[in-house]
């Protein structure tokens, strides 16, 4: 079986929650984007064998099943959904390619959807029988003295690594002009929902509007934290002796890996995901045509890059998350898209890399063919 190729890439905008697509449920935002992927591609629906699809905050039932129901692909797609957190969108492309080169399929799409606006509500039932009681997240390590938010855990980041929040803000602003300066062209690969085709978070801010954003914890801020957001990214892959059938060109999947790492530090957990496939590749941090680095929280993006050595210039020319916003399940299959759309000559290749709560770091090497 020869390596996949993701023959497409596509994404809805991504809306802040309670935004121009607060209505829309898992299933809503993903199957309209897998249309386009397939009409883009084209293939017709039948031809697809799976869909995988991360989802991080909604309540169970398969909403990969779901999507690819109203997407109307055959009834034989099962359907697998996927929970990695902010990883998942990433690791199911990772997976995807890993059915393909298995030969259990030969189409898969796979990606990720969240609706922040839409999440259920979250109680935990009393096992002595008294009232259940609401939380907002579940836990992600079983000790609660190394489980921290994510506000906490990024202002420990800023500590450890002396980040400054002047540096953070400035990584903020830079995220927001970039975003701003590309809309046109990131309209390409955005299938519009309900007459959104942009995302609708960025925005010309300055680092003085950066300093009144309220403080969440020390230096880390509103301004540098990426907003609760809903949107869907998908990609679609199929084997690289049918792409050259059928005349596709796309990003062939070099290398990609998932590992833990310190969970009261998630933030730094992408840096042993990129430095292996760094090593595992043979290829150096400036090898890279474009870099896409998830920017949850701006002193994340920045630890990234001081602790591996990828050059700020490449790392996401059109804005990252600070700009759009952080659909958690999505994201990482955003930038994947993102990188399908940036990379345009052949024998390019490109970098991507999120963290997750609980200590996890995806990172993945991708090559135009």
Do not use: K
């Amino acid at each position: 079986m020869t390596a996949p190729v993701i023959v497409a890439a596509r994404r809805s905008a991504v809306v802040p929650r309670g935004g121009a697509l607060a209505r829309l449920g898992i299933h809503d935002l993903a199957a309209p984007v897998l249309a386009d992927l397939l009409r883009d591609a084209g293939l017709a629906a039948d031809r697809v064998g799976e869909l995988i699809l991360a989802n991080a905050l909604g309540g169970g039932g398969n909403p990969a099943r779901l999507a690819a129901l109203a997407a109307g692909l055959p009834e034989r797609v099962a359907g697998l959904s996927l929970d990695r957190q902010c990883c998942g969108g990433m690791d199911a492309v990772l997976l995807a390619d890993a059915l393909i080169r298995g030969g259990l399929h030969e189409v898969v799409v796979a990606g990720g959807a969240e609706s922040y606006s839409r999440r259920p509500l979250r109680l935990r039932t009393d096992p002595e029988g008294g009232a259940p009681v609401a939380y907002d997240r579940p836990p992600f390590t079983p000790w609660p003295d190394r489980d921290p938010e994510m506000p906490e855990a990024a202002e420990a980041l800023a500590r450890a690594l002396a980040i400054p929040r002047a540096d953070q803000d400035q990584w903020t602003v830079a995220s927001h002009a970039r975003a701003l300066a590309a809309r046109d062209r990131l309209r390409a690969e955005i299938t519009p929902l309900l007459g959104q085709d942009h995302d609708a978070f960025a925005r010309a801010i300055s680092l003085r509007t950066c300093g009144r954003a309220p403080v969440l914890c020390g230096s880390v801020t509103a301004a540098n934290t990426a907003v609760a957001a809903d949107g869907a990214g998908l990609c679609l892959l199929i084997p690289g002796a049918r792409a050259r059938r059928l005349g596709l060109s796309g990003l062939r999947i070099v290398h990609g890996v998932t590992l833990g790492a310190d969970p009261a530090l998630p933030g730094l957990a992408p840096v042993p995901a990129i430095r292996a496939v760094l090593a595992e590749t043979g290829l150096a941090p400036g090898a890279f045509a474009a870099i896409e680095v998830m920017e949850a929280f701006a002193v994340q993006a920045i630890a990234c890059l001081r602790e591996t050595g990828l050059p700020p210039e490449r790392v996401n020319p059109g804005g990252g998350a600070l700009a759009r916003g952080h659909p958690i399940g999505a994201s990482g299959a955003i930038n994947v898209v993102r990188l399908f759309h940036e990379l345009r000559e052949p024998g390019q290749l490109g970098l991507c890399a999120i963290a997750a709560a609980g200590g996890l770091g995806t990172a993945l090497v991708v090559e135009r063919v």
